[in-house]
């Protein structure tokens, strides 16, 4: 047995005992192992559960000498259950599996012999998922919670704190979840959430800003990339081997796949992860960052321009600083967000994505965008002189938790950029009004920020929620 009397650390450890930080003997104060970037999600699009970005190795805590006084948030609605139009399509797929000739299902699929599927109650199609350990309430939960430890000095316990959410139901959920864990006991009082409706004729005036020019938007989708990668078909014909009398397609096996992300949603675990390959998932992640490129990222100099909005009023505010306001949190769809980190110049690819090979490293993941519950934060931060850098304003961006430093703006204190050069930055984004033909009866620039509602009359859902949908989203 391992004799404490005699062991040196256990000697060293009762002589500073008084100091809690030691470590326990056989541990490290710093790990060695880097070897576990490989996880699923990353190769689940944005329909996976949340999961961090994959770090650049910059501390997320703020860095000495500086103090964030004021911060910006742009939420996605949590986890939850698909929409119902596209529901229809992996029931199709499942009910074609069971309707085959197949008794015994074998090989990748022998699961399927006792897998059932995970919407038990056709009222829960596209909203927030409670259950499981990747439910989308409990990570907007848990998100504001985070956020009060580390943002809460922003709070002085009297202002009333409005939130900004999209009028669509699973978004003002997220919202209201969020600033729950955020305000605690104090939510229903000092909280004031702001329903921005999501009708085009909101103008600039949104959190869901529509290009009316851009003709592109409403037929760009991922089934328009799929059919140039492979792999899938491969994955069709295995299965149909391994289980003659089923007949799937490259096209049912993109549906079996999306059914799989969302089962984790709902579910803790998904036997249909490990009946693909991973080149399988790659190849699926991959149509979707297509996707979000071409049709809602930097890969549209429309939807660049639609995210200008958000990325200028925030620059705009951060200008005035926090007599403008402490925190702004505000909540939307996924491709809502992926306009403004291309508006902000992140996570734009040197050259357009490839669509008939899969680059490696891919500049662009999606999973590392929006996820479930996927967030960007802009923090404005005062600093004092550091080794690097002169006292002033800096900008840090956050993606999920990474902070993502510009790789022409990093000379700030923990690779910040400069405010002054942070809204050059912004002003290079093709700009909403320039470029988007907004009819001119519509608002034409961002006001809410300024023009908010203290009252607490949305903070709680009433009555049935698709009621209140209409009520909000006209
Ligand atoms: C900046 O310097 C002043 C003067 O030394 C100090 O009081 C203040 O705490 C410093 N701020 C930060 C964020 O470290
Ligand atoms: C916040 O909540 C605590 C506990 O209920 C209460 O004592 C305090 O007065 C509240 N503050 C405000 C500003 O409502
Ligand atoms: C503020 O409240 C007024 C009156 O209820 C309403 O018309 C307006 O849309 C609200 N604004 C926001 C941003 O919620
Ligand atoms: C499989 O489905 C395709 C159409 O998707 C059809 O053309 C083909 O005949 C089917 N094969 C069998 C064996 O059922
Ligand atoms: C990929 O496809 C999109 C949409 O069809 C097209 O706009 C884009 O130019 C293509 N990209 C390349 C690199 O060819
Ligand atoms: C930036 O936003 C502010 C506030 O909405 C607006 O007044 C200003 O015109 C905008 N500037 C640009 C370049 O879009």
């Given at each position: 047995m391992f004799n404490l009397v005699t062991s040196g650390l256990a000697l060293a450890s009762v002589a500073s005992a008084s100091w809690s930080g030691l470590p326990k003997f056989g541990e490290k104060q710093f790990s060695q192992s880097f070897n576990d970037g490989y996880n699923l999600l990353k190769h689940m699009g944005s329909f996976a559960p949340y999961s961090d970005r994959a770090s650049y190795g910059v501390d997320r805590n703020t860095p000495e000498g500086c103090e964030v006084d004021q911060v910006h948030m742009l939420m996605r609605h949590g986890e939850r259950y698909p929409d119902a139009i596209f529901a229809e399509g992996y029931v199709e797929v499942l009910d074609k599996m069971r309707n085959s000739k197949v008794k015994t299902w074998k090989g990748d699929l022998a699961f399927f012999n006792d897998w059932t599927y995970y919407v038990d109650d056709a009222g829960l199609y596209s909203q927030e998922s409670t259950t499981g350990p990747y439910a989308g309430l409990l990570d907007a939960f848990t998100r504001g919670s985070e956020y009060r430890l580390r943002y809460g000095h922003l709070w002085d316990s009297e202002t009333v704190v409005p939130i900004f959410s999209s009028g669509y139901e699973r978004v003002i959920e997220t919202a209201r979840y969020f600033g729950q864990g955020f305000f605690g006991y104090n939510y229903s009082t000092s909280a004031a959430i702001n329903i921005i409706p999501e009708a085009a004729s909101q103008g600039a005036d949104s959190l869901t800003p529509s290009c009316t020019a851009d003709s592109n938007y409403y037929t760009c989708y991922a089934d328009r990339f799929y059919a140039t990668l492979p792999p899938l078909e491969v994955a069709a014909k295995r299965f149909n081997s391994q289980n003659p009398g089923l007949n799937l397609t490259a096209s049912d096996v993109l549906q079996l796949m999306e059914?799989?992300?969302?089962?984790?949603?709902?579910?803790?675990?998904?036997?249909?992860?490990?009946?693909?390959?991973?080149?399988?998932?790659?190849?699926?992640?991959?149509?979707?960052?297509?996707?979000?490129y071409y049709c809602f990222g930097a890969g549209s100099e429309y939807q660049t321009a639609a995210g200008q909005v958000y990325a200028n009023a925030t620059r705009v505010l951060m200008q005035s600083g926090p007599k403008a306001g402490k925190m702004f949190w505000s909540f939307a769809h996924d491709?809502?967000?992926?306009?403004?980190?291309?508006?902000?110049?992140?996570?734009?690819?040197?050259?357009?994505?490839?669509?008939?090979?899969?680059?490696?490293?891919?500049?662009?993941?999606?999973?590392?965008?929006?996820?479930?519950?996927?967030?960007?934060?802009?923090?404005?931060?005062?600093?004092?002189?550091?080794?690097?850098?002169?006292?002033?304003?800096?900008?840090?961006?956050?993606?999920?938790?990474?902070?993502?430093?510009?790789?022409?703006?990093?000379?700030?204190?923990?690779?910040?950029?400069?405010?002054?050069?942070?809204?050059?930055?912004?002003?290079?984004?093709?700009?909403?009004?320039?470029?988007?033909?907004?009819?001119?009866?519509?608002?034409?620039y961002l006001s809410f920020f300024w023009n908010y509602n203290t009252t607490n009359e949305y903070n709680y859902q009433s009555g049935d929620i698709a009621y209140q949908l209409t009520d909000t989203d006209v």
């Amino acid at each position: 047995m391992f004799n404490l009397v005699t062991s040196g650390l256990a000697l060293a450890s009762v002589a500073s005992a008084s100091w809690s930080g030691l470590p326990k003997f056989g541990e490290k104060q710093f790990s060695q192992s880097f070897n576990d970037g490989y996880n699923l999600l990353k190769h689940m699009g944005s329909f996976a559960p949340y999961s961090d970005r994959a770090s650049y190795g910059v501390d997320r805590n703020t860095p000495e000498g500086c103090e964030v006084d004021q911060v910006h948030m742009l939420m996605r609605h949590g986890e939850r259950y698909p929409d119902a139009i596209f529901a229809e399509g992996y029931v199709e797929v499942l009910d074609k599996m069971r309707n085959s000739k197949v008794k015994t299902w074998k090989g990748d699929l022998a699961f399927f012999n006792d897998w059932t599927y995970y919407v038990d109650d056709a009222g829960l199609y596209s909203q927030e998922s409670t259950t499981g350990p990747y439910a989308g309430l409990l990570d907007a939960f848990t998100r504001g919670s985070e956020y009060r430890l580390r943002y809460g000095h922003l709070w002085d316990s009297e202002t009333v704190v409005p939130i900004f959410s999209s009028g669509y139901e699973r978004v003002i959920e997220t919202a209201r979840y969020f600033g729950q864990g955020f305000f605690g006991y104090n939510y229903s009082t000092s909280a004031a959430i702001n329903i921005i409706p999501e009708a085009a004729s909101q103008g600039a005036d949104s959190l869901t800003p529509s290009c009316t020019a851009d003709s592109n938007y409403y037929t760009c989708y991922a089934d328009r990339f799929y059919a140039t990668l492979p792999p899938l078909e491969v994955a069709a014909k295995r299965f149909n081997s391994q289980n003659p009398g089923l007949n799937l397609t490259a096209s049912d096996v993109l549906q079996l796949m999306e059914t799989a992300a969302f089962e984790l949603n709902v579910r803790a675990s998904t036997p249909w992860a490990d009946a693909f390959t991973l080149d399988e998932w790659v190849a699926y992640g991959y149509i979707w960052d297509l996707a979000y490129y071409y049709c809602f990222g930097a890969g549209s100099e429309y939807q660049t321009a639609a995210g200008q909005v958000y990325a200028n009023a925030t620059r705009v505010l951060m200008q005035s600083g926090p007599k403008a306001g402490k925190m702004f949190w505000s909540f939307a769809h996924d491709a809502d967000i992926t306009p403004v980190v291309a508006a902000l110049d992140i996570d734009v690819p040197e050259h357009k994505l490839p669509n008939s090979t899969i680059p490696f490293p891919n500049p662009y993941r999606v999973a590392d965008i929006v996820p479930m519950g996927g967030h960007l934060t802009l923090e404005r931060m005062t600093c004092n002189a550091t080794t690097v850098s002169k006292a002033g304003v800096y900008v840090r961006a956050i993606l999920n938790e990474a902070v993502v430093p510009y790789s022409k703006c990093q000379s700030g204190p923990g690779y910040s950029c400069p405010l002054a050069k942070f809204s050059a930055i912004v002003d290079k984004a093709p700009k909403y009004d320039e470029k988007c033909e907004t009819p001119s009866s519509y608002p034409q620039y961002l006001s809410f920020f300024w023009n908010y509602n203290t009252t607490n009359e949305y903070n709680y859902q009433s009555g049935d929620i698709a009621y209140q949908l209409t009520d909000t989203d006209v």
